[in-house]
């Protein structure tokens, strides 16, 4: 089966669904979130959106994703995994994915915690991650056909894309990125499930140094940062030696 490149949306679905065995696959040409076309869905369920019109990232902030040039997607987790394995989960299934792409051109993707993946020094793609009645809910944004010029004048020495990194597959389209990034995802979800340790291994040799300080829950919190645990997020020595954990729900970069 052959399509013109890039491939139309109305032929997604049937080629996803092969490399997507978790559930059901649906295919928009637009929505408002896939987020929120996920909520109340079963789990395994995988929505992607050829353009989003109120995309958000965490902490309610907005993901801006120009139409026909970013992957937008959102799945239902399985439910005995955490926020806080997930958000290790799955950058690491982002970076595995992206790695072939990005080597050509001498990059190599990294996880800046807890939820971007970013070459350089420069965010490719955002993952958010909610729980709705105990069912988690995964979206992505992976910025694949932007050009420089596209991005908002405030993001354009914060954000890239494969095209502007010279990364993008033959013809533009988009659709050869997710079929890469649909098996790694379905992999490192068993992989967290049978050897979480084996998952953080890979996260930390992918992950950038970490900043001084943080914020969760509006309290600044300064200090050492020892280790990530799986499930109670980022361990912190304070500057007064005392020991904390800050979950990845909840914790951004402060400053």
């Keep these: 089966m052959s399509f013109p490149s890039p491939t139309p949306l109305s032929a997604w679905a049937d080629l996803l669904e092969p490399v997507w065995p978790r559930g059901p696959v649906a295919v928009y040409a637009q929505t408002a979130s896939t987020q929120d076309v996920c909520r109340g869905r079963p789990e395994g369920f995988l929505c992607v959106a ?10 309610g902030r907005a993901w801006v994703a120009p139409a026909d040039q ?18 290790l989960a799955v950058p690491v299934a982002v970076c595995r994915a992206l790695a072939p792409l990005l080597a050509p051109a001498g990059l190599a993707p990294a996880i800046k915690w807890p939820n971007d993946v970013f070459v350089g020094r420069r965010k490719l793609a955002g993952i958010l991650i909610e729980v709705e009645n105990g069912l988690p809910i995964v979206g992505l944004g992976l910025n694949v056909g932007t050009r420089a010029e596209d991005f908002p004048e405030d993001l354009r020495d914060k954000a890239t894309s494969l095209a502007a990194l010279g990364c993008l597959p033959s013809g533009g389209d988009r659709l050869p990125v997710l079929l890469d990034l649909l098996p790694e995802l379905d992999r490192v979800l068993e992989e967290m499930r049978a050897a979480p340790d084996a998952v953080l291994v890979q996260w930390r040799s992918l992950a950038l140094s970490f900043p001084a300080s943080f914020r969760c829950d ?16 980022l361990v912190l020595r304070l500057v007064s030696g005392e020991i904390t954990h800050l979950p990845a729900a909840r914790t951004t970069t402060a400053g």
């Excluded at 050829?50 to 902490?59: D, E």
């Excluded at 439910?79 to 958000?87: A, C, Q, V």
């Design 218 to 233: 509006g309290v600044v919190y300064s200090g050492e940062v020892l280790d990530v645990d799986a499930d109670r997020g």
């Design 70 to 87: 970013t992957l937008t997607l959102s799945f239902t987790a399985p439910p005995d995994l955490s926020h806080g394995r997930l958000s």
């Design 50 to 59: 050829g353009r989003q019109t109120a995309g958000r990232g965490r902490l």
